[in-house]
């Protein structure tokens, strides 16, 4: 069981990326799924989830309204679409899955996770 966070990349504020997060060995839709990201000298934050039934989406609030996560199920990934970039978005992002539905109150949580992948840089500079 494998994932795989793609899509970084260094771009001007303001600007836009997708980030993709693709699973090997197995599907995402019965998975909850988390995008994370680690800033240089901070700790890793919850930045978007949406459990396995989709039922339950948190978005972190500096993120509202700039970021959108949904799921592909024609390509098995589930991806953040990054609007509106600003310089203190850069880190390292991470994606997260668990096999089960999580509630609300757990789904922001790293430890509700069982699978994590290796992280794509962005970088928001000018």
């Known amino acids: 069981v494998q994932l795989q966070a793609s899509g970084g990349g260094l771009l001007q504020p303001g600007g836009s990326l997708r980030l993709s997060c693709t699973p090997s060995?197995?599907?995402?839709?019965?998975?909850?799924v988390g995008w994370f990201r680690q800033a240089p000298g901070k700790e890793r934050e919850a930045v978007s989830c949406v459990s396995s039934s989709s039922t339950n989406t948190y978005y972190r609030e500096s993120v509202k309204g700039r970021f959108t996560m949904s799921r592909d199920k024609a390509k098995n990934t589930v991806d953040l679409q990054m609007d509106g970039l600003k310089p203190e978005d850069t880190a390292v992002y991470y994606c997260?899955?668990?096999?089960?539905?999580?509630?609300?109150?757990?789904?922001?949580?790293?430890?509700?996770?069982?699978?994590w992948g290796q992280g794509t840089q962005v970088t928001v500079s000018s």
């Open positions: 997260a899955a668990a096999p089960r539905r999580i509630i609300l109150s757990a789904i922001r949580t790293q430890t509700s996770y069982d699978y």
């Open positions: 060995g197995f599907t995402l839709d019965y998975y909850t």
